[in-house]
């Protein structure tokens, strides 16, 4: 369930173009009003925004929020103000520009998106940097995170419900063997994560532990830097929610609050299932997600996080 909240009744797009013109001009930039127009408004409404604040004013939104803004706050605003496509392809764009942990981000766009909405990535990804997001993975990685994520990025599942259940019982068999065997990169481990829909690989793990009572995530605790991109796969894939609360602990809880990784998953889950995740964490803490967020963060920044988890004043 999503957590970002949309007046019942919104001003006019180009009354909204007004404000955040006038949030521009003047003795310093108005932030909070950019909060409230850009924090309280969909994916449809903000491209709109885009659009007609571009054809009124001669300017870019993004390039003006760029310019006006500064630091988390900045990148946050940015982040979620672009198209939720747009948004994976830079994602995924600035994973591929770092080191080897950031090959985290590329599993996350990969697994816990909809097949539909990995292809809109993809795509976006060539309109934005006239190359494909297969060939810049490919590039940026070696040896076994290369032959795990070229697939995962490629892949086109089938998104429905339905199971071949003695397909899920051989290849749990298979899964084992290889999980046993520590042979965590054979091929049959990767065609299996990169190609079954999720549906499929939920089926194919529940008779992995009633078979051989045994859970595959435990067994992926121990390892290198690959295992836990093997268990990140995954949990993505069958238990984004999970994932993405492990992922929030580990930018909160951290000595420094992990930004980078807070704004990317507030940007990219408040439309989509931010408030069941906000509702795992505080399971899982024992302190409510809004909360943790306040207390080691501050200023717009802080707000503009509370205003996607719907905990704004507004």
């Known amino acids: 369930m999503a957590s970002l909240t949309v007046p019942a009744e919104v001003p006019s797009v180009a009354e909204d173009c007004e404000q955040l013109r006038a949030a521009f001009k003047g003795w310093g930039t108005n932030e909070k009003l950019i909060i409230s127009i ?3 408004r969909n994916a449809a409404q903000r491209k709109l925004i885009q659009q007609i604040y571009a054809e009124t004013f001669g300017e870019d939104l993004l390039k003006e929020l760029d310019r006006e803004l500064t630091n988390d706050f900045e990148k946050l605003v940015v982040v979620w103000t672009l198209d939720p496509s747009e948004r994976d392809a830079y994602l995924a764009k600035e994973a591929t520009k770092r080191w080897t942990k950031s090959n985290f981000v590329l599993v996350e766009i990969a697994c816990t998106r909809s097949p539909k909405e ?30 795990l994520l070229v697939p995962l990025v490629s892949s086109y599942r089938y998104g429905g419900d339905e199971v071949d259940l003695r397909l899920a019982k051989a290849e749990a068999k298979i899964l084992h063997e290889k ?60 238990y984004p929610e999970h994932y993405f609360v492990e992922v929030l602990r580990d930018a909160i809880n951290r000595r420094g609050t992990e930004e980078d990784h807070l704004t990317r998953v507030i940007a990219t889950r408040a439309e989509v299932d931010m408030k ?4 795992e964490y ?9 909360r943790a967020i306040a207390k080691d963060t501050r200023g717009d920044y802080e707000n503009m996080l509370l205003a996607l988890l719907g905990q704004d004043e507004d």
Do not use: C, M, W
């Open 276 to 279: 069941t995740i906000a509702d």
């Open 118 to 147: 990995l292809v809109l990535a993809r795509e976006a990804y060539h309109a934005r940097y006239k190359k494909s997001l297969e060939e810049d993975v490919a590039y940026h990685t070696t040896g076994e995170h290369r032959k």
């Open 282 to 290: 505080q399971k899982r803490d024992s302190i409510p997600l809004g």
């Open 38 to 40: 850009l924090g309280h």
């Open 179 to 238: 999980i046993s065997d520590k042979a965590y990169s054979d091929d049959e481990v990767i065609r299996i994560l990169a190609t079954r829909s999720k549906a499929q690989i939920n089926a194919t793990l529940n008779h992995y532990k009633d078979e051989y009572e045994e859970d595959i995530l435990k067994q992926l605790e121990e390892g290198d830097e690959f295992v836990g991109l093997l268990r990140a796969t995954i949990k993505g894939l069958v």
